[in-house]
């Protein structure tokens, strides 16, 4: 892709309004690039682009990005220099309750925004996938040449993405780039269902001086990367000269328990009450591990956020208070 040819580079982010949606679209505009943003509002919040809606560079469609109808005439206007796909069903426990729904938002949107791509001459599609693709009997570290075993509709549908848009790379030419994403926690994730992001509910409890619930000893580990690095990680993959279609672990490298997140807790919320012990959750992994060296490779990507300070940066958002989980 080469970006100083385009007259004006534009991008397509699908799920804008969302947790990771808002954050990469903030990173786009603070390099100066434009940005056309959709969302349908359906898990975003319109609150999430305050910043990014004040910008001239930037501009909100309420749709849905599988709506042909609605995103096709953006493709026309604007010519998209690269896509990113984060609209999406982002709850794996929905995804059994809703399958159909799973397969519509999760598969095949893709595809229609890849073909849109290919019509509309957009070289790059940038698509959020998941750690949740390997299974939980993947060696630790998941590398991408692991086979992968989802257990999920969720998974299974985020997989048969990835094959899907790597089929398109491979067909056509176009670079497809999909993001495994390991554990991503930082401000604006949505702490309101039980299976929401532990470190969102734990920090918006700890906010009201609710006791928090561990599942299990507490020992179980996570590659927690920061929403921040993970916006920067979508922003390269989008706007860098060279990539490598192909899928990308977005990980830290770094093995955290929930006992070391606490203690991390216990720190910026002195005199907390304890934290409640109750049995493991059904289908609950004790491990999760990501190698993030074919990332670093491509993009010359590593996670800059220390645990520690991103913990400390979430706890301090006050916009996880006041729900109710
Ligand atoms: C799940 C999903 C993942 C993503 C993620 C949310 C799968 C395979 N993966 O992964 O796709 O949606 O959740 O970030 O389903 N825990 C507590 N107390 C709580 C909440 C959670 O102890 O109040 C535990 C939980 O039992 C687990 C760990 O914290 O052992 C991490 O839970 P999680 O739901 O944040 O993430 P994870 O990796 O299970």
């Known amino acids: 892709m080469n970006l100083e040819n385009d007259m004006a580079p534009v991008f397509l982010v699908t799920g804008a309004a969302g947790f990771i949606g808002s954050h990469s679209v903030e990173w786009l505009l603070r390099q100066g690039w434009a940005v056309v943003g959709v969302d349908n509002l359906r898990t975003g919040h319109l609150d999430n682009l305050a910043d990014a809606r ?26 998209f220099t690269g896509v990113l796909h984060l609209a999406a069903l982002v709850s794996v426990p929905e995804s059994f309750r809703e399958p159909d729904l799973n397969y519509r938002l999760n598969l095949a949107i893709a595809d229609t925004l890849a073909r849109l791509c290919l019509e509309f001459e957009c070289k790059r599609l940038v698509f959020a996938s998941s750690a949740a693709v390997y299974g939980t009997s ?3 570290p998941n590398r991408e040449s692991a086979f992968p075993q989802p257990q999920s509709p969720y998974a299974a549908a985020k997989l048969a ?22 554990n991503v926690y930082g401000p604006r994730q949505d702490p309101s269902s039980p299976y929401s992001g532990v470190l969102s509910i734990f920090t918006s409890r700890f ?11 507490g020992e179980q580990t996570r590659d927690f990367i920061s929403v921040r690095d993970v916006a920067r990680c979508n922003g390269q ?14 990980c830290t490298g770094q093995a955290v328990s929930l006992k070391q997140a606490l203690a991390i807790y216990q720190e910026l919320f002195p005199g907390a009450p304890p934290a409640e012990f109750a049995p ?18 491509m ?22 208070g006041g729900l109710d989980v």
């Open 54 to 79: 004040s910008s001239p560079n930037f501009s909100l469609v309420i749709a849905d990005a599988g709506d042909e109808a609605a995103i096709r005439p953006l493709f026309q206007e604007h010519h």
């Open 138 to 140: 993947a060696a630790l």
């Open 161 to 182: 993405a990835e094959v899907m848009l790597l089929g398109y790379a491979a067909s056509y030419g176009l670079e497809a780039v999909c993001l495994r994403y390991f």
């Open 207 to 217: 906010q009201r001086s609710l006791p928090v619930t561990i599942y299990g000893d």
């Open 237 to 250: 993959a989008l706007t860098c000269q060279e990539v490598v279609s192909g899928r990308y672990n977005v």
């Open 280 to 297: 493991s959750r059904i289908g609950d992994i004790q491990h999760s591990l990501g190698d993030p060296s074919s990332l670093q490779a």
């Open 299 to 320: 993009l010359q990507f590593s996670a800059q956020t220390s645990f520690a300070q991103g913990l400390r940066e979430l706890a301090l958002d006050n916009r996880c």
